[in-house]
């Protein structure tokens, strides 16, 4: 079928509005709401017996890849290695019996991925991918397939792709926590209902569209531009800094929050707009800190919370966006919405090309 841009001036626009859809249709595969569990494909090896997670992507998809960490290792409680498949390649990657090998990938194509999938099957290693294009060569040598739902995606900066990655994801984090018998039905039962809640937060999210466009020339002036996040919105921010890097053309980097003071902090002056990305929660008053040392040098803060966050924090920024109250655990898919919505209005704001950046591939088959 024709895929066009509807009522959207470009696709990645379009895409980022989809979320909520697709990240419920990818949700639907994966979750028996009645029942309160996961339910995942069943892989042709007993997932008790993973004794270890290797996970290899490349761009976004790498940074869906350390959300997971977090998410199988405190639900699983299983040790997790991650690197971008053109490191891990090169390096001697040490793979044990009983490891199983993870593949994110939007296309199923990008070169240096599908031979770390490669690579890691010759190894002897268990082969899980999450892929959002079924006809892939990663989904056609997976030992256990996890497609997204996402729908071709056409923007070259990947955005629904990276949600329904998320939600695949932690839904795959809950089936081995439970394989392993690290969690109770109950606890399964509250990560799918929240999951389930995933799609109206996105929807609560996509809310504050016009209120980032109006921030955008406080960014679009910018040289650089600093993202900072802590535990799972780590890396977010990195997401964050991806996303403007690729369509806008202005450098920026994420960094953990509390890492800044040994170097970034030495960039900040009063043209330099710091990204923070900090729900209310465990270390929402550590990354506070860390705002209040930006600001302290003129830094120029947005801070992206929750209406708890922001009350308490918010006097510090020149401007906040509030995200809706929800779960830690769907917290990386909704705040994700607004770096998109960001890096989207300041690229357009630039005048740049936003589905098509400059020197970028949709997919990526060179190594
Ligand atoms: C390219 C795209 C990115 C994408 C990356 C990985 O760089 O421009 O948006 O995240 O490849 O692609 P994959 O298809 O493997 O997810």
């Known amino acids: 079928?024709?895929?066009?841009?509807?009522?959207?001036?470009?696709?990645?626009?379009?895409?980022?509005?989809?979320?909520?859809?697709?990240?419920?249709?990818?949700?639907?595969?994966?979750?028996?709401?009645?029942?309160?569990?996961?339910?995942?494909?069943?892989?042709?090896?007993?997932?008790?017996?993973?004794?270890?997670?290797?996970?290899?992507?490349?761009?976004?998809?790498?940074?869906?890849?350390?959300?997971a960490k977090y998410w199988f290792e405190k639900f699983a409680r299983v040790p997790v290695d991650i690197d971008v498949a053109s490191e891990f390649r090169y390096r001697e990657p040490v793979l044990e019996p009983g490891g199983l090998a993870l593949f994110i990938s939007q296309s199923g194509e990008t070169a240096d991925t599908l031979a770390a999938l490669r690579h890691c099957r010759a190894e002897g290693q268990k082969i899980a991918v999450v892929v959002n294009v079924p006809t892939s060569s990663m989904a056609r040598e997976a030992d256990l397939l996890l497609p997204t739902n996402a729908g071709p995606?056409?923007?070259?900066?990947?955005?629904?792709?990276?949600?329904?990655?998320?939600?695949?994801?932690?839904?795959?984090?809950?089936?081995?926590?439970?394989?392993?018998?690290?969690?109770?039905?109950?606890?399964?039962?509250?990560?799918?209902?929240?999951?389930?809640?995933?799609?109206?937060?996105?929807?609560?999210?996509l809310a504050h569209d016009e209120e980032i466009e109006k921030m955008a020339p406080l960014v679009a002036v910018a040289r650089d531009v600093l993202y900072l996040g802590r535990g799972p919105d780590y890396p977010m921010a990195l997401e964050g800094a991806l996303k403007l890097k690729e369509i806008s053309y202005?450098?920026?980097?994420?960094?953990?929050?509390?890492?800044?003071?040994?170097?970034?902090?030495?960039?900040?002056?009063?043209?330099?707009?710091?990204?923070?990305?900090?729900?209310?929660?465990?270390?929402?008053?550590?990354?506070?800190?860390?705002?209040?040392?930006?600001?302290?040098?003129?830094?120029?803060?947005?801070?992206?919370?929750?209406?708890?966050?922001?009350?308490?924090?918010?006097?510090?920024?020149?401007?906040?966006?509030?995200?809706?109250?929800?779960?830690?655990?769907?917290?990386p898919l909704v705040y994700a919405v607004p770096v998109q919505l960001l890096a989207y209005h300041v690229a357009v704001a630039k005048g740049t090309d936003v589905d098509q950046p400059r020197n970028l591939a949709k997919s990526v088959t060179v190594e």
């Open 1 to 67: 079928a024709m895929i066009d841009k509807g009522n959207h001036r470009h696709f990645m626009q379009k895409e980022i509005f989809e979320q909520p859809v697709v990240v419920a249709q990818t949700l639907q595969a994966y979750l028996k709401p009645l029942d309160g569990k996961v339910a995942l494909p069943i892989p042709e090896f007993d997932l008790a017996e993973v004794k270890r997670v290797t996970i290899v992507a490349c761009g976004t998809s790498y940074y869906a890849g350390l959300v």
């Open 250 to 331: 202005i450098h920026a980097e994420g960094y953990a929050a509390g890492e800044m003071k040994h170097g970034p902090i030495a960039l900040i002056d009063d043209s330099v707009p710091v990204i923070v990305i900090a729900p209310s929660g465990p270390l929402f008053e550590k990354t506070v800190s860390n705002m209040q040392e930006v600001a302290a040098r003129g830094g120029r803060i947005v801070l992206i919370s929750d209406a708890v966050g922001i009350a308490k924090a918010g006097d510090g920024a020149v401007a906040t966006i509030e995200m809706p109250d929800c779960h830690p655990l769907i917290q």
């Open 153 to 205: 995606e056409i923007g070259v900066a990947s955005t629904k792709a990276f949600t329904c990655q998320l939600a695949v994801l932690a839904a795959f984090a809950a089936n081995l926590a439970r394989a392993k018998g690290k969690m109770t039905a109950e606890e399964e039962r509250g990560i799918v209902q929240h999951l389930a809640e995933a799609p109206a937060a996105l929807n609560a999210a």
